[in-house]
């Protein structure tokens, strides 16, 4: 039985492996009701995924992306935080194991460890592409993206090589995102230096391998978004599946080739790897099975949350994997920790839909808002995707001004700088080891249309 303390401390100690939208959104929580909480991540700070595609095109500085965790907690003395990164799971102990040998054990344990690109065994893909999926993703994708244009600036021919050629896989909310944020950073953002040689010889191309351009919404806003990105420039090629990527090339399911040095992998996610190491029972894309009160299967105070859990809707298929699911699976979890201490009972998860949305240009975004998928696009999209995410950033975060600033900036085209400081990204082999470079796709095929 736990005993509380004078002060309100509780010495029920909840161990959370995960500092994303669910595992901070269940401490805090917790914090507020003084229970013990040991907070292990790989990471010392919270990253706000949402926000990954305008670090990676320069709208918003790494520190507005990810805030360290010993500032989100510095005012609740219940919470310790351990950098670390856990590689197994003994859920009938609930002891977790880290890579240097340290266990944590609580009468608690909350795995919120997210998930991680799903290449889908694409030869080359984990070695060439740039996945988006942490800060250091981002800041590597940044970094790549303007050695490009620095490379072109310098030696115009290597536009032939592909140095001005941008391959996004995967049309889901993803990649529409960063498709539409690079083509607005070549039009609208670039400095004068190098705009004239990127606007003119830039190519965005979208690959995609089903039917459709952000296929989980309505077939309005599949034709909406295709509108806004060809406008902008992106060529957009679905049913097309990408076999292989190479240090110079996307290769294609037709067996034609781009040349490319930049392919940005938004083609999906699994699960994260210490799910597999959890010895528990997986279900889709080898998440962590749960029960309706978001327990694992068979251990009573062993919580999955978030992207890593398969958590089961009342209609008989899982919660998508979305921020606001894994932030009120936090807080959930950490109200059910609540409940037993008092000897209440725990109720099933009950989630508050707050819809769907995507940003896909300046001013340009598509939301189906709320449970009944209320459908709005243009800038009265921009700005429910502004108040949803406002909203998701306050459960993690106590404050919000980099998100508020960055959507009134929007509409103003400032930036911040566009450092490249990740020359493990920028580092560009232009010989070609992989074999030849493909033939560059014909100038009139692929110009950009005038905005
Ligand atoms: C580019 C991108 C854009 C997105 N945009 C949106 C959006 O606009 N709206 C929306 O609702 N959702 C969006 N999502 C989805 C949303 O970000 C995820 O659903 C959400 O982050 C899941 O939260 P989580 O807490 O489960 O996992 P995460 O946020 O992934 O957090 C998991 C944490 O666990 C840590 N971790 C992992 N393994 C270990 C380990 N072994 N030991 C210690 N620490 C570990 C990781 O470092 C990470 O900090 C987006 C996702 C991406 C990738």
Redesign the pocket.
């Known amino acids: 039985m736990t005993r509380a303390a004078e002060d309100g401390t509780t010495d029920t100690t909840v161990v959370i ?8 959104g269940c401490a805090r929580v917790l914090a507020r009701h003084r229970v013990q909480v040991l907070l ?4 010392n700070y ?2 706000f ?2 926000l ?2 305008q670090a990676a095109t320069a709208q918003l500085a790494a520190s507005d992306v990810g805030t360290p965790l010993r500032t989100l907690f510095h005012k609740d003395e219940t919470v310790s935080i351990k950098k ?4 197994s799971v003994d859920a009938a102990t609930r002891t977790v194991t ?1 890579t240097d040998g340290h266990s944590y054990r609580g009468e608690y344990l909350v795995l ?4 991680q690109p799903n290449f889908f065994r694409t030869p080359g893909a984990d070695t060439h592409a740039f996945p ?3 800060l250091a993703d981002a800041q590597r994708l940044r970094s790549r993206i303007f050695e490009l244009f620095e490379a072109a600036d310098r030696d115009p021919k290597l536009v032939d090589a592909g140095a001005l050629t941008f391959v996004i896989v995967g049309a889901g ?2 990649g529409v ?1 960063i498709a539409g944020a690079l083509a607005d950073l070549v039009h609208n953002v670039l400095p004068d230096e190098y705009r004239d040689l990127a606007v003119q010889a830039t190519r965005i191309y979208l690959v995609e391998h089903g039917h459709a351009v952000l296929a989980p919404f309505s077939r309005d806003a599949h034709e909406y978004a295709i509108r806004v990105l060809q406008r902008d420039g992106v060529q957009i090629m679905l049913g097309t599946s990408v076999k292989e990527v190479t240090s110079n090339s996307v290769v294609l399911s037709d067996g034609s080739a781009i040349a490319t040095r930049c392919a940005i992998w ?1 083609g999906g ?1 699994r699960a ?3 799910a597999a190491n959890a010895g528990v029972s997986r279900g889709r894309g080898g998440r962590i099975t749960v029960l309706s009160d978001l327990t694992v299967e068979g251990f009573d105070r062993v919580y999955a ?4 859990a398969d958590i089961p809707s009342p209609d008989g298929t899982a919660f998508p ?6 932030l009120q699976t ?1 807080q959930w979890a950490a109200k059910s920790i609540l409940a037993d201490i008092a000897g209440r009972p725990r109720g099933s998860f009950h989630y508050h839909d707050k819809g769907i ?2 940003m896909i240009g300046r001013g340009a975004a598509v939301a189906e808002v709320g449970a009944k998928r209320h459908e709005l696009h243009g800038a009265i999209a921009f700005a429910a ?1 502004l108040g ?2 406002t909203w ?1 950033m306050s459960g993690v975060r106590s404050r919000v001004d980099a998100l508020v600033s960055w959507g009134w900036d929007y509409f103003s085209a400032s930036r911040t700088p566009a450092l490249i400081d990740r020359p493990d990204a920028a580092t560009i082999d232009w010989g070609d080891e992989d074999g030849e470079t493909p033939a560059a796709p014909g100038p009139a095929q692929l110009k950009p249309a005038a905005r």
Do not use: I, K
Not at 17 to 24: I, K, L, P, R
């Open positions: 492996v995960g500092a994303g939208f669910a595992g901070v292990v991540e790989r990471n919270h990253q995924q949402p990954l595609y670390d990164e856990v590689v880290t919120a460890v997210g998930s988006l999926y942490s909310a993803t995102e938004a996610v994260a790897p210490l949350l978030g992207d890593v994997q979305l921020g606001s699911v894994a936090g949305m995507a995707w949803v995410h998701l």
